[in-house]
């Protein structure tokens, strides 16, 4: 499937809550049609900085361009149409059924009134709840569901809004660790198949070393490094985003960086 690839960039963004300056100064291309992962230590503004990036949070100087455009200053529905962003906890209306929740990523192609091509937007919410290994669940109300059916059921509805730039905020969070790899997994199935830009905010450095095209790490809410997980993983950037000691070695199954912490008690 061929996207129109829009391109997404901060460009000297600072942003703030009130008084208190969580990014200053940033300035980020994402590459379009990668996968971005962008790492860095609790508080250090990743969230804030992915908000910003969706069109929920105004900079306080600088802008977030999407297309060459302050995204500040395009119609709400073009950059709905455009850009999706999967917070890390979202809220379902309680009772309500996993298709309808998943129909619900329609809106912003629908015209006057909400209307909409009723079977073609049929047909793109049962393809993202296939894609998503959810159509077994469509009827199934969505809290009624473990937190790995749950989140592939947001996944689906991400897809149902067919953009052509994701973004996820920890989309592992509260998930074991299968979950997770099948979570991200999914993730690059979508990017391989359809193109999809897409920019996670993740945890686990290992796991955003193994799924990264583009590597971003954030530090007290500035830009500290970014490339290919082979140039952002080192042990002095280890030290210096999270404030650890480590090695880094090369994973025996992926062949990206994989970091050991060396805590007190390890460092014999």
Known sequence: MTHARHT????AVTLAYDQRVVIDGLSLTVPPGAITVIVGANACGKSTLLRAMARLITPRSGSVLLDGRAIHRLPTR???QQVGLLPQTPIAPEGIAVSDLVARGRYPH????GRGSGSDDDAIVEEALRDTG???LAD???DELSGGQRQRVWIAMAL????DVLLLDEPTTYLDVSHQVEVLDL???LNRSRGT????VLHDLNLAARYADHLVAVRDGALYASGTPSEVVTPDTVRAVFGMESRVIEDPVSRTPLVLPIGRHHSG
Do not use: K, S, Y
């Open 197 to 200: 830009t897409i920019v996670i």
């Open 160 to 163: 149902a809004q067919r953009t």
């Open 78 to 80: 073009l950059v709905a």
């Open 134 to 136: 959810t159509l077994e």
């Open 187 to 189: 993730l690059t199935d």
């Open 110 to 113: 629908r015209g006057l009134f």
């Open 8 to 11: 997404l960039a901060a460009d």
């Open 140 to 142: 199934r109300p969505v």
